[in-house]
């Protein structure tokens, strides 16, 4: 496993303490951090690897060096609650528990969907409401369709802009300069 792929726990862990902390917060300290740790090694992924990821929204998010890559590039163009979201669906995915379900639901529904949460995603008032009327008896596919409007965001939206930015050439170039990558 590649070294930067193992820091890709750790940054979600970070990610996830951060977001606890008001957006003001979060916002001073990502303007005021050093470039992350993940950063300086994510060099070490394969230039080929990161060729891959042009192909497809589907093979950079398949790829947790990939998800570390394109979470750097959406967190400078203060952006990731999309790929924040999605994650967090592929793991509420997984859960078997109805209880954690239930729980997870509830806050996945806090963080991402109800209005003025503090990463609230671009999703219908439809799709919204559908959401908060499962919560009361979630199914691990009550987050389906507004997972599928998300994805289809990143896919028409932030995963272009991320092929054509000078982050991701230099990844593909093999780069050591990842830290170069600019806040707009």
């Known amino acids: 496993m590649d ?8 940054d979600l862990d970070k990610t996830k ?3 606890h902390k008001p957006w003001k917060s979060r916002l001073h300290n990502f303007l ?15 230039v080929n690897e990161a060729k891959q990821w042009g192909q497809s929204l589907e093979k950079l998010l398949n790829h947790k060096c990939g998800q570390v890559a394109f979470r750097v590039f959406l967190k400078s163009e203060f952006c990731e609650e999309n790929l924040e979201f999605w994650l967090a669906c592929e793991e509420f995915k997984s859960i078997t528990s109805p209880e954690k379900l239930a729980w997870k639901a509830t806050s996945i529904y806090e ?30 596919s009550c987050f389906d369709g507004a997972q599928r ?16 930015s000078d982050y ?17």
């Open 32 to 46: 005021n951090s050093p470039s992350p740790h993940s950063r300086k090694k994510l060099h070490r992924q394969s």
């Open 3 to 10: 070294i930067c792929c193992e820091t890709a726990s750790e």
């Open 168 to 184: 991701y050439k230099d990844l593909c170039a093999g780069s050591r300069g990842l830290g170069k990558h600019k806040r707009t």
């Open 111 to 140: 963080e991402f969907i109800q209005s003025d949460s503090p990463m609230e995603v671009n999703v219908d008032y439809h799709t919204r409401d559908t959401i908060a009327h499962s919560l009361h008896k979630p199914t691990p």
């Open 17 to 19: 303490r951060l977001l």
């Open 149 to 164: 409007k998300v994805c289809s965001l990143m896919e028409n939206d932030a995963y272009p802009r991320f092929i054509q």
